[in-house]
């Protein structure tokens, strides 16, 4: 056989081993343990009922073998139903319009209670007296069951339908998430874009007027300012980071304005342990420390004090960027720096993050990041490590 011959071949071949795969699958659903046991309750309900007006007429055994008799009897008729709805279900895909389906089943269905009808009679242990009454019962056997057959069937076709419903709704709600994520990723690689030219070229300009005043010192400024880079770049590229991680940016981007500002900047650090795993999205606080030196320390002669600091409160952790400097008169609360860091906050938290700003006392801003806590911050920290770890399999296979 050639190669081009064995393909088809083959094709037709899986293609009809995954329709008998699926034909097992769907009988099996339907004739199954369970349905089985509801098939003999249903039964010996039907029967008990049947003979309870009997009791009086009957002795005790003489009623017990009745209701043993009949039981059996209308247990072969509902076994044998029900393997005719079992093998319609498989049979007959949802493709097929309803009208042949509920044809096909009707046939189906008589042909099993005519057999079930065959059955009893071999099994029955009362001949029937005349051959009319043989044909009547057989045909009250038939109506009786197939009825019934056809009632079952359709409540099994009602509850496949509403598991495929469910099955569907599942899907759609995962795509959607899945859409909902990659929209938000893209909302946030578009914000956070908008920072990083903010950020880095406002840095550059404080290396280049510091080169121009004392080359020396520019120099090492801009050492000290690829140190920063080179441990500030990864963090860009991430949607989330640990709050340790951005304190130590912080301590390094201080470090690197301190050369140009000297003595007129003065800054401390404050983090607990317990809280260094908290998640935040990348260059947060790089932008507050930022705005307040540009608007609150770099007007003032003396310069001041930056205290960068975190604390638990509740279910939500507070980071504060405060200064002493010259407070609000210089309109920092407006910006492409604030308002980004707003909106990012808001997209990856939900709403459950918010930036603020307040006065400080005797003069000076607070800038203070709220952000969950227990959680919801470790969800949306594994949410944004796991897409990290997607994108560099991603980058690494291109």
Not at 30 to 57: E, G, I, M, Y
Not at 268 to 292: C, F, K, M, W, Y
Not at 374 to 396: D, F, N, Q, R
Request: charged content about 20%; proline content about 4%; aromatic content about 8%.
């Amino acid at each position: 056989m050639t190669p081009e011959l064995a393909q088809p071949v083959g094709l037709q071949a899986a293609a009809e081993e995954a329709r008998t795969d699926a034909f097992h699958r769907t009988f099996f659903q339907v004739f199954n343990f369970t349905s089985v046991a509801l098939v003999f309750w249903f039964c010996f309900a039907l029967v008990l009922a049947s003979l309870l007006k009997a009791v009086p007429v009957m002795g005790g055994s003489e009623w017990f073998v009745m209701l043993a008799y009949l039981t059996r009897q209308f247990l072969a008729s509902g076994l044998l139903g029900l393997v005719g709805v079992a093998f319609g279900a498989a049979l007959l895909p949802e493709r097929v319009s309803t009208r042949v389906r509920w044809l096909v089943m009707v046939a189906l269905l008589a042909i099993a209670s005519a057999a079930s009808a065959g059955v009893r009679l071999w099994m029955s242990r009362y001949p029937m007296h005349s051959t009319r009454e043989e044909v009547a019962w057989f045909a009250d056997v038939v109506s009786l069951w197939t009825v019934l057959g056809l009632m079952v069937y359709g409540l099994v076709g009602s509850i496949r339908r509403q598991a495929a419903a469910r099955r569907r709704l599942g899907q759609q709600i995962a795509e959607q998430s899945t859409l909902s994520a990659a929209a938000l990723e893209a909302r946030l690689t578009v914000l956070q874009a908008q920072i990083e030219p903010h950020f880095l070229f406002n840095t550059l300009a404080n290396v280049r007027r510091l080169c121009e005043v004392d080359p020396e010192r520019g120099r090492r400024m801009l050492g000290s300012l690829l140190d920063y880079l080179r441990a500030a770049l990864p963090a860009m590229r991430r949607s989330s980071t640990a709050l340790a991680e951005e304190f130590e940016l912080v301590r390094a981007y201080l470090s690197v304005l301190q050369h140009r500002m000297g003595e007129r900047l003065r800054f401390r650090i404050e983090l607990a342990d317990r809280l260094a795993d908290v998640p935040i999205p990348p260059l947060i606080l790089p932008t507050l420390v930022e705005n307040a030196i540009r608007h609150g320390l770099a007007p003032l002669p003396e310069g001041g004090t930056i205290t960068v600091s975190a604390r638990q409160d509740g279910g939500q952790v507070v980071v504060r960027v405060a200064d002493d400097g010259a407070g609000f008169q210089a309109a920092s609360g407006s910006g492409v720096g604030l308002a980004n860091t707003r909106a990012r906050l808001s997209a990856l938290f939900a709403g459950a993050a918010s930036l603020s700003l307040r006065g400080n006392e005797p003069r000076g801003v607070i800038a203070e990041v709220r952000l969950p806590y227990l959680a919801k911050a470790l969800a949306t920290a594994a949410v944004a490590t796991a897409g990290e770890a997607t994108a560099v399999a991603g980058a690494t296979s291109r």
